[in-house]
């Protein structure tokens, strides 16, 4: 057993190509599924349960070898590999897995996650608990999609299609903005704050987050990546670093901070 199971890292989304094996309808059990096609916002509550040393080294659905210490799910439906948020609904905590394999296939269980994001959950001694799941879409969601009232206050009427996507910052001095070449940034683990298909409202909700979010150290960068426009902070010295800053972020303005890394 690793020596600190609090010290294992979420899962980092990542865009990564579908297993075309995954996408096909299956039986099991006499029940048939039908996966999704495609990444896509998905957002499911009930009861999940976890998989531990019997399956540790065996194959997953995805073709890997399951490690029960690793941040990973198993889902009935959800695309392989992909990502999403668990979320206890008992106690409010919370962790990003990668979903690499099917089940959970018995008693209506919506999801079977690795030994190590079960505990870090808090319900591996009782061996379920009631969750919820929210995939995460990596290019044009980036995370879940943003209720956040900051977004709300700066987001123009016309431009309601426009996605806030969560991100992190630091520490305790105002943010600094500056729009950077991807090519010219530095690489590292991130915090991405934003996507937005106007640079107005990349502005708008940057300005937004320097007045709301005073205590932030390191500097908010807008980055142009793929077709959008992108708020990132850091880079942070690791995983962990940024999900503290993360979970600061979100217990102050309702988002949940997504990290990236480039």
């Known amino acids: 057993m690793p020596p600190n199971l609090a010290d294992i890292p979420d899962a980092t989304p990542r865009a990564e190509p579908l297993r075309a ?17 495609e990444i896509q916002p998905f957002t499911q509550t009930g009861i999940g349960s976890w998989y531990g040393k019997k399956f540790h080294g065996k194959k997953t659905a995805n073709g890997e070898a399951y490690d029960m210490y690793a941040m990973t799910a198993a889902h009935p439906t959800l695309p392989l590999p992909s990502y999403a948020r668990v979320t206890n609904l008992s106690n409010g905590r919370s962790v990003v897995v990668r979903v690499n394999d099917r089940g959970p296939f018995l008693h209506s269980r919506i999801i079977d996650l690795s030994y190590a994001a079960a505990w870090k959950l808090g319900y591996v001694n009782q061996g379920s608990a009631k969750l919820q799941i929210d995939a995460i879409v990596p290019d044009d969601l980036d995370s879940l999609i943003a209720s956040s009232p900051v977004m709300q206050r700066v987001v123009e009427p016309a431009s309601v299609t426009e996605v806030a996507t969560p991100a992190i910052p630091a520490s305790a001095s105002p943010v600094v903005s500056a729009e ?14 934003g996507a937005f298909a106007s640079s107005t409202n990349a502005d708008k909700y940057r ?13 908010v960068q807008t980055r142009f990546i793929g077709d959008k426009y992108r708020l990132h902070v850091g880079p942070f010295r690791d995983v962990d670093e940024a999900r503290g800053i993360a979970d600061r972020i979100a217990a102050s303005l309702n988002v949940q901070p997504f990290v990236v890394t480039r």
Do not use: C
């Not at 309808?25 to 599924?33: A, E, K, L, Q, S």
């Not at 300005?207 to 500097?219: G, R, S």
């Open 21 to 37: 094996a995954s996408k096909r309808p299956y039986v099991v059990m006499g029940n048939r599924f039908t996966p999704l096609q």
């Open 180 to 193: 950077v070449p991807a090519a010219a940034s530095e690489s590292g683990i991130f915090l991405q704050l």
């Open 207 to 219: 300005d937004a987050l320097q007045n709301d979010l005073k205590w932030l150290q390191q500097a």
